[in-house]
T-cell receptor, first 115, second 114 residues
């Protein structure tokens, strides 16, 4: 099925460890996004890539880096994990960034726990 | 700033009941409005959308009408099923100088009892 695929689905890290969350979409969308979802906070944008070759900070970028590897793939890296980064992470894509009209397609999420 | 306010949950209904989940927004300009649904253990799925005033979005028996005069986008369904149990998010997208911002409400957890 066409959509957004995230790996891994679950991960436990120790404080200070690093890891990369992978995301790939097969809908030929131009724009990709990383969100985190925390209880009582809703979804907050970490980074986004409006098109291949560009990345921009979102609402909560500190502690994260991203790479738009190609049109299909957008990865999120935690260089030195902290307990405050315990969250559920969602990748999303949309056809075009900036039109305001296209809905986003979300992956099924990565549940990350930092101990 | 731009924001979305949803009715607080959780909401519990019996099967075949009428559902309304209220959503109001504050935005500069003219946003597009969306409802997303998140089933347990899954990501968010786009349920319906409306891109201009008086548009009605509909899908799977759910409906919502873009009301500019009341800045609202309430979600309704005439007869809910157990399978509708999920968390529902109202959201808007506002265009900002060639970019865009997606703003979510806090979500409303809906439980339908048989």
């Amino acid at each position: 099925n066409a959509g957004v695929t995230q790996t891994p689905k679950f991960q436990v890290l120790k404080t200070g460890q690093s890891m990369t969350l992978q995301c790939a979409q097969d809908m030929n969308h131009n724009s990709m996004y990383w969100y985190r979802q925390d209880p009582g906070m809703g979804l907050r944008l970490i980074y986004y890539s409006a098109s291949e070759g560009t990345t921009d900070k979102g609402e909560v970028p500190n502690g994260y880096n991203v790479s738009r590897l190609n049109k299909r793939e957008f990865s999120l890296r935690l260089e030195s994990a902290a307990p405050s980064q315990t969250s559920v992470y969602f990748c999303a894509s949309s056809l075009r960034h900036g039109t305001g009209a296209d809905g986003y397609t979300f992956g099924s999420g990565t549940r990350l726990t930092v101990v | 700033g731009d924001s979305v306010t949803q009715m607080e949950g959780p909401v519990t209904l019996s099967e075949e009941a009428f559902l309304t989940i209220n959503c109001t927004y504050t935005a500069t300009g003219y946003p597009s409005l969306f409802w997303y649904v998140q089933y347990p253990g899954e990501g968010l799925q786009l349920l319906l959308k409306a891109t201009k005033a008086d548009d009605k979005g509909s899908n799977k028996g759910f409906e919502a009408t873009y009301r500019k005069e009341t800045t609202s986008f309430h979600l309704e369904k005439g007869s809910v099923q157990v399978s509708d149990s999920a968390v529902y998010f109202c959201a808007l997208i506002i265009k900002i100088q060639g970019a865009q911002k997606l703003v979510f409400g806090q979500g409303t957890r809906l439980t339908i009892n048989p």
